[in-house]
Nanobody, 124 residues
Framework: QVQLVESGGGLVQAGGSLRLSCAAS????????MGWFRQAPGKEHEFVAG????????RYADSVKGRFTISRDNAKNMVYLQMNSLKPEDTAAYYC?????????????????WGQGTQVTVSS
């Protein structure tokens, strides 16, 4: 099992940047594909970005391509989401998730472990 704790959310103006971090417990972090999802009020969870176990493969939602970057540091059991050029529509609770699957899936049901979330609010 792995436990996930997100941090780094906050209030930022449109055009600004934030870096989300996700700290994972356990000695097998490098065996998990990791992803970031977000959920705006009244909406379903939306895939944002995912990264393979070794970090060589990444996937992004079309809505964040070119603005967000996912990365991981397996030595530190950390995964990050660098968010640039933020827009009001990026406002949501952001969740870190871990998957035992080999591939980087974009669907919520392929992820086995979830953090509690961190709120990102982008003002216009």
């Amino acid at each position: 099992q792995v436990q996930l704790v997100e941090s780094g959310g906050g209030l930022v103006q449109a055009g600004g940047s934030l870096r989300l971090s996700c700290a994972a417990s356990g000695r097998t972090f490098s065996s998990y594909t990791m992803g970031w999802f977000r959920q705006a009020p009244g909406k379903e969870h939306e895939f944002v970005a995912g990264i393979s176990r070794g970090g060589l493969t990444t996937r992004y939602a079309d809505s964040v391509k070119g603005r967000f970057t996912i990365s991981r540091d397996n030595a530190k059991n950390m995964v990050y989401l660098q968010m640039n050029s933020l827009k009001p529509e990026d406002t949501a609770a952001y969740y870190c998730a871990g998957s035992q699957a080999l591939a980087v899936f974009i669907t919520k049901n392929r992820y086995d472990y979830w953090g509690q979330g961190t709120q990102v609010t982008v003002s216009s």
